[in-house]
């Protein structure tokens, strides 16, 4: 800390591939740093101390920032010790960093704190984070700490079951199992991994990377139950009487729909239906794989948050002409800013200020056009700190076959209809230490926040995974008692 | 992974499969169906389990050769192979209520959805006909009907090799909705219920509702993943959006929106067309392959 640094102003950019060609395959986007420019980068940082790093107090589960980055500097030599010294320091706080590397909104968070902003580019910590995961992949230097891990676990003889395999749940059924617990995950879909499989395309986050992390799990004991839909398959009551807790990751999967005429045409899809044939069923090699999608000459998504960036750029993969139509303005674009420019890059263009009315069919039943009320900001914000808006009397109408809707979605319904659990406008309320309603039952991620972020549910798992393990000690002592 | 116990052809396009799969087999009820994914490149289709048996963990699935998917299971699998994914069970079971007398209508392939709901009417005490509308060589589960409920129909329609096959279904659709109207003008039922293709569900719709009988239908819209995540199912049930899989199957056919169900049914036939002929066409190639 003590050594003086130069400062160097701009960041170290990452390669991309260029937006002509990345609009033809569904291939990953940003190609990340090589460990020589991520040195270059991570050489950059000021070492803020830890009790003061901003950095650190940015991230919503205050990852050791400044120490992961000096590993790289300090181990330059020796790359396989570094990136293993770096990834130790990221697990302690997060286990999923090849993702949170590339989905996190750094923006907000880490990199919105970074002191370096004060005098030149802010440091490219999700890059970072990314780059020592990916690394320790490939070289098997995640295995390694990982097998240096489990012979320390001691079992502890109860059971925990996890409803949901997306974030939430895998985070927390890894804790757990890391402090000795039985661990079994319920999951709907076939595959594991949530929004992560099913939601975020594969040029954004490849889809096996989210297989080792979910390997990884497995190789930590724990199992994994898919197809199996809490609710219908098993209900939690059932799961209490098998098991010591109980952990709901069900996530916020119920999509909202526009209540305007038309709604039901040909065409219209939710981003949740259009996402999941797109990347679960790999809709984009069809007829190879069997699951099919239409996606017309023309298409409008309507939101601007990560969702319908994902759904705008999918669709544009498919050779489609795509519009964006948001009823606020630029400045209330939720979207990560990375997403956001690739999507212009790629040719995707804006409309604000416009709200869908109504649906216009062909007369058989399929999409022709979406007509929108022009809306206008007023200076009164509301409680997100938003502009408020409100309509002008006035329309633009906007020629499509395909819309896809992506205004945000609810919690699962098969779930919140559990008797016993208070739920609070479709999400499931819980105490300080994540304990639902139900004795012995805990909550996290979007299931009790609405649709928030990967980096949120996580951190809940975590949380989760902590307040379970005091539960469960406690009960423990009572029952040797 | 879940393994097939037992495969056969049971009638012509129509297959029996006794599958392993404990998790459904303890908790389905009539009225549920399951979300199948049978192959690694596979799509997800929903199907019925049709019979069960919750201490041995099989149930039955009898499936109708439709489209690639359904000919893909006919085709490519064997007994003792194992179908990748089976969710469920999904959807809320029928209700099991008094009714009185009932008519429950399966066309073509529908009948086997039928079956379980009949059987549990029946033994709660209703009255149950079952009326089975379908060609020939396609007639499945008659002895287990005749079984089952109080009286089981039989009405059969042969395949002219002359005409194309929608023409041959109409000749379906005719009949069916002929044999409904003389029911239901002999006698007076309670209830009419039915399951077979959207198109055929309205046709005897519109008979029913002449005669003023309260009607249910076992609705099958295309869906994803059945658990109301992808909003693929949506149907319009009394002027509001709802999910067929979490809210249904089964809706009060006077409260539905037919034609909407209908166009959306049929939104991917061009390609699911393509799909077919393509797979075809890699059959053809395997079976030359295998002459020579
Ligand atoms: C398209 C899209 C893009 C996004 N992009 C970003 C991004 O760039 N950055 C970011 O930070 N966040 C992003 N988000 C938000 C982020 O993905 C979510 O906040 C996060 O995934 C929530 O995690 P979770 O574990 O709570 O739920 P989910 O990821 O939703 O996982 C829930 C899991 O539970 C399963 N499940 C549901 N009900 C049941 C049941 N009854 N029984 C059994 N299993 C059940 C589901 O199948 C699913 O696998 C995006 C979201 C979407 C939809
Ligand atoms: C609740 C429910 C229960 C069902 N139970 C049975 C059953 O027990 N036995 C049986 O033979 N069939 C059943 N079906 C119908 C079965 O799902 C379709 O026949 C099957 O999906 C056809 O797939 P395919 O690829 O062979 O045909 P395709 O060529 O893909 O499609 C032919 C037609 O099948 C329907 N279809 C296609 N994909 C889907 C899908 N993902 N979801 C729903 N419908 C689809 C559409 O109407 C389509 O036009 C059920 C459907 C539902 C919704
Ligand atoms: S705030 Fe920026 S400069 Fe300071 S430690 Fe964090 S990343 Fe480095
Ligand atoms: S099938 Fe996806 S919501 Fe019903």
């Known amino acids: ?481 | 992974m879940y393994k097939i116990l037992e495969k056969k052809e049971i009638a012509m396009r129509n297959t029996w499969y006794k599958v392993h799969a404990p998790h459904v087999a303890k908790k389905v009820k009539p009225g549920q169906f399951v979300i199948v994914r049978a192959f690694k490149n596979g799509e997800r289709i929903p199907l019925t389990p049709v019979m069960w048996d919750r201490d041995e963990g099989w149930i039955v699935l009898i499936v109708f050769t439709r489209g690639k998917t359904t000919a893909r299971m006919a085709n490519e699998l064997k007994p003792g192979d194992e179908i990748l994914n089976i969710a469920g069970p999904l959807g809320n079971p029928a209700e099991m209520e008094k009714f009185g007398k009932i008519l429950a209508i399966g066309a073509y392939t529908g009948i086997v959805e039928v079956y379980p709901i009949a059987k549990a009417w029946q033994e709660l005490g209703n009255d149950v006909t079952t009326l089975h509308v379908t060609f020939e060589p396609m007639v499945v589960l008659k002895d287990e009907l005749e079984r089952a409920v109080g009286r089981h129909v039989v009405e059969t329609v042969p395949i002219d090799p002359n005409l194309d096959f929608p023409t041959n279904m109409k000749n379906v659709t005719k009949r069916l909705v002929e044999k409904v109207r003389e029911m239901l003008e002999k006698e007076s039922y309670d209830l009419v219920f039915m399951v077979g293709p959207t198109g055929d569900q309205k046709a005897v719709f519109e008979v029913v509702k002449e005669f003023g009988v309260p009607m249910k239908a076992d609705l099958h819209p295309i869906m994803v993943d059945g658990t109301g995540m992808c909003g693929a199912c949506r149907v319009t049930v009394g002027g509001e959006v709802k999910f067929a899989c979490i809210d249904g199957p089964e809706f009060d056919a006077y409260e539905i929106h037919w034609d909407e169900l209908i166009a959306r049914s049929g939104y991917y036939t061009d390609m699911e067309q393509r799909a077919m002929q393509e797979y075809m066409k890699l059959i053809e190639q395997a079976l030359q392959g295998g002459e020579q």
């Open chain 1, 1 to 481: 800390m003590a050594v003086k640094r130069k400062i160097i102003k701009e960041r170290v950019p990452t390669p991309e591939r260029p937006a002509e060609e990345r609009i033809k395959s569904f291939v990953e986007v940003n190609l990340g740093y090589t460990f020589e420019l991520a040195v270059k980068e991570a050489e950059r940082c000021l070492q803020c101390p830890y009790n003061y790093a901003p950095c650190i107090k940015g991230c919503p589960v205050h990852i050791d920032i400044p120490g992961f980055i000096s590993k790289l500097v300090e181990y330059r030599d020796d790359p396989d010790k570094a990136v293993k010294e770096a990834l130790s320091v990221i697990w302690t706080c997060n286990s999923l960093p090849a993702t949170t590397g590339r989905v996190c909104p750094q923006e907000d968070q880490c990199e919105m704190n970074c002191v370096m902003g004060k005098v030149g580019d802010k440091i490219n910590i999700g890059k970072l984070e990314r780059f020592v995961a990916d690394y320790a992949r490939e070289k098997g230097i995640d295995e390694e700490l990982l097998f240096e891990m489990i012979p320390r676990i001691e079992k502890k003889g109860q059971k925990v079951a996890i409803i949901g395999a997306g974030p939430a749940g895998l985070t927390a059924a890894g804790e757990l199992a890391k402090l000795g617990y039985d661990v079994t995950i319920y999951e709907a879909l076939h595959e594991a991994g949530g929004v992560l499989m099913y939601g975020i395309p594969e040029f954004r986050l490849p889809k096996s990377i989210v297989e080792s992390e979910i390997d990884k799990l497995k190789k930590l004991g724990v199992k994994i139950l898919t197809d199996h839909i809490v609710g219908r398959t098993v209900t939690i009551e059932e799961l209490l009487e098998e098991y010591d807790a109980v952990f709901i990751g069900s996530g916020a999967g119920t999509p909202r729909l526009i209540n305007a005429p038309g709604i039901n045409l040909n065409g219209i899809y939710t981003a949740n239906e259009f996402l999941t044939r797109v990347n679960l069923m790999k809709a984009y090699l069809f007829p190879e794989y069997d699951t099919p999608v239409k996606v017309g000459k023309r298409v409008v998504v309507i939101g601007a948050g990560n969702t319908a960036m994902d759904a705008a750029r999918s669709a544009r993969r498919f050779g489609s002409e795509v519009i964006i139509a948001y009823r606020r303005g630029p400045e209330d674009v939720s979207a990560r800013v990375e997403e956001v420019e690739h999507a212009k890059e790629e040719g995707i263009k804006f409309e604000f200020f416009v709200n869908p009315v109504e649906f216009i069919g062909d007369g058989k039943g399929n999409l022709k056009a979406v007509k929108f009320e022009k809306m206008k900001a007023l200076d009164e914000r509301d409680s997100r700190g938003k502009r408020k808006i409100v309509g002008t009397g006035e329309y633009v109408t906007i020629e499509a076959e395909t819309a896809i809707i992506a205004i945000g979605k609810h919690p699962n319904r098969l779930i919140v209809n559990t008797p016993g659990l208070k739920v609070e406008r479709g999400r499931i309320v819980v105490d300080e230490n994540l304990m639902t309603s139900i004795p012995g039952v805990f909550a996290g991620g979007d299931a009790i926040r609405g649709e928030a972020t990967v980096i949120l549910a996580m951190g809940d798992g975590r949380m989760a995974a902590k307040a379970i393990h005091e539960y469960l000690t406690k009960k423990r002592e009572n029952g040797n008692a």
